[in-house]
């Protein structure tokens, strides 16, 4: 008897998504006083305001999603490069504690390498991944930007390495996304306001569909 494999549809793909997003409404958005679901809400918002196309749209409300990837496709990320026989101590190994602590390993990593397993698109991905990346510059830039980041920013800024060296600065400069990298994460910080309202979760649906449809795996 052989056994059939069906890949996940596009549907199916989306519901996981917007699940992890609609549970995300019970978690604190660390350090302020909004949900993690209206923290992203707010940022799509904000990306749809400055008419960002449907890709910057899609990684604004998704690129803090590595913050509640579930813990089996963690898993599942970690072991998918190893052989069977590394996978058996996997919990032993330092990078799978690393992975249950995604503040130690990257939320922005964890949330970029979920969504490429998807099908989301390479803008998408790098989108969502560099918004830490984004921080580190903006700190090295604008020492206002620094001295306006909430303290919990601030703390996490030590560990994801600090303010960028000049030599950095050059190099980000030069990146062909650098300026929407950096939109994203000017949206991502605007995106604290207690009792704005938004469009909803399910408005974003069809364009998640298309995207997903334009980037067949
Ligand atoms: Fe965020």
């Known amino acids: 008897m052989s ?4 890949a996940p549809s596009t549907k199916s793909k989306i519901d996981a998504v917007f699940q992890l997003l ?3 409404s019970k978690q604190g958005y660390i350090g302020e006083s909004i949900s993690q679901l209206e923290h992203a809400l ?5 990306a749809t305001q400055e008419d960002a196309d449907e890709e910057t749209v899609l990684a604004a409300l998704l690129h803090d ?5 579930p813990a089996k496709e963690i898993h599942r990320m ?11 101590d996997l919990p032993s190994r330092p990078n799978y504690k690393d992975a249950k602590n995604v503040g ?27 918004h830490v990346v984004a921080k580190r510059y903006l700190t090295a830039v604008d020492p206002d930007y620094l001295e306006r980041l909430s303290n919990a ?23 062909p996304l650098f300026k929407r990298k950096v939109q994203l994460r000017k949206w991502d910080d605007a995106s604290k306001v207690v009792g704005m309202n938004t469009p909803g979760l399910e ?10 449809a334009k980037n067949p795996q």
């Open 3 to 6: 056994l059939k494999t069906h």
């Open 65 to 69: 999603i590595g913050q509640f990837c």
């Open 203 to 212: 408005s974003y649906r069809e364009m998640a569909t298309r995207h997903l």
């Open 104 to 130: 130690v390993m990257g939320h922005e990593r964890l949330g970029a390498e979920y969504l490429r397993k998807l099908g989301f698109s390479p803008k998408v991905c790098e989108l969502v991944e560099s």
């Open 22 to 24: 609609k549970n995300s």
């Open 42 to 46: 707010q940022a799509a918002f904000y």
């Open 78 to 88: 970690l072991v998918e490069d190893l052989n069977d026989a590394d996978a058996v």
């Open 153 to 175: 920013s601030k703390l996490s800024l030590k560990f994801q390495g600090g303010p960028f060296s000049p030599e950095n600065v050059a190099i980000f400069e030069k990146d």
